[in-house]
């Protein structure tokens, strides 16, 4: 489920940068979450009954996080390449672990480890050129993984505790809130998609990327670690690559193709099942 819904945010890009020729960002935002909300209230409203205050205020902090996440990231793309920027929100797969390191006192196995340095290695070799110079763009695009590693962190924590449809699905009302707040106050109008083509990306983000995907996501944490599933969500920047190649025919050179094999020995390390192994089942068994 976590591959399977990293694969949909991996043609986000794209659309993303689509539509803002006809939407400004935060017009983008609201529309695309308030979208996705609508459909799934419509789709799954006899479950939203079970929504209490805990629920309500877990789908608010999450909503929050992924929004911060999403501004982070909005706003360092204007400051550094595509490429350094895909790499930069691959350091998801780093925080992750961190956080559980410095909150729970718990630390990551060896193949852990290993899993997130040979997946980043990848994703560099894939990403990134043969100098590495931080700007403050890079700089926004690592606290955008900063805030997203919280999200899934807590995804995790919260999925435990509630449906994961109504909590995956619930946050994304907060995410159109905060967009519409943004759009009024720092945008100069508010439109709707002006073609054909325009309302295609814009659904394909709200119902792809907005609705099945976070379903997806939220429904994984619940079997899964969020440090297990960072890893996989890190390898994002291949599917990036590969849905700019079949849609907008953008070349993937060799050293690409390396970086390509080497992210999915990272994911493959880290979703192999450790019932032989005791190394790192204190990850697996949180």
Same mark, same amino acid.
């Given at each position: ?7 949909? %945010? ?28 609508? *459909?799934?209230?419509? *789709?799954?409203?006899?479950?939203y009954r079970s929504v209490d205050r805990e629920t309500t205020l ?33 350091? /998801? ?27 980043l290695l990848g994703v560099g070799l894939m990403c990134l050129s ?19 590693? %919280? ?22 009302? %907060?995410?159109? /809130?905060?967009?519409?707040?943004? $759009? %009024? ?14 309302? &295609?990306?814009?659904?394909?983000? $709200?119902?792809?990327? &907005? ?14 670690s969020a440090s297990h599933a960072t890893i996989i969500y890190a ?5 990036? $690559? ?20 080497? /992210? ?15 190394? &790192? ?6």
């Amino acid at each position: 489920m976590m591959l399977a819904a990293t694969m949909i %945010f991996g043609a986000m890009t794209i659309f993303s940068k689509q539509i803002l020729a006809e939407l400004e960002v935060f017009n983008m935002v609201a529309l695309r979450f308030l979208i996705a909300f609508a *459909v799934c209230f419509g *789709v799954f409203h006899k479950r939203y009954r079970s929504v209490d205050r805990e629920t309500t205020l877990h789908a608010w902090a999450l909503g929050t996080f992924l929004f911060v996440s999403y501004l982070c990231m909005v706003v360092g793309c204007k400051y550094t390449t595509a490429s350094n920027a895909g790499f930069m929100m691959s350091l /998801v797969a780093f925080f992750t672990p961190l956080i559980v390191w410095v909150q729970e006192r718990v630390a990551p196995g060896r193949r852990q480890v290993a899993s997130i340095f040979i997946t980043l290695l990848g994703v560099g070799l894939m990403c990134l050129s043969g100098t590495l110079t931080l700007n403050k763009g890079d700089l926004v695009c690592i606290g955008s993984a900063f805030f997203y590693a %919280f999200q899934m962190l807590y995804t995790e924590r919260y999925a435990e505790k509630h449906d994961p449809v109504v909590l995956g699905t619930f946050q994304l009302i %907060f995410v159109a /809130v905060y967009g519409f707040i943004f $759009a %009024f106050i720092l945008e100069d109008s508010f439109r709707l998609p002006v073609s054909g083509a325009g309302w &295609g990306q814009l659904l394909y983000l $709200a119902l792809g990327c &907005g609705a099945l995907g976070f379903i997806l996501q939220t429904s994984a944490e619940k079997f899964s670690s969020a440090s297990h599933a960072t890893i996989i969500y890190a390898s994002q920047p291949v599917f990036v $690559a590969v849905f700019s190649h079949l849609m907008l025919g953008e070349p993937i050179s060799l050293r690409q193709v390396a970086g390509i094999i080497i /992210v999915f020995i990272g994911v493959l390390i880290t979703v192999r099942p450790e019932s032989t192994e005791g190394e &790192g089942n204190e990850i697996q068994e949180r």
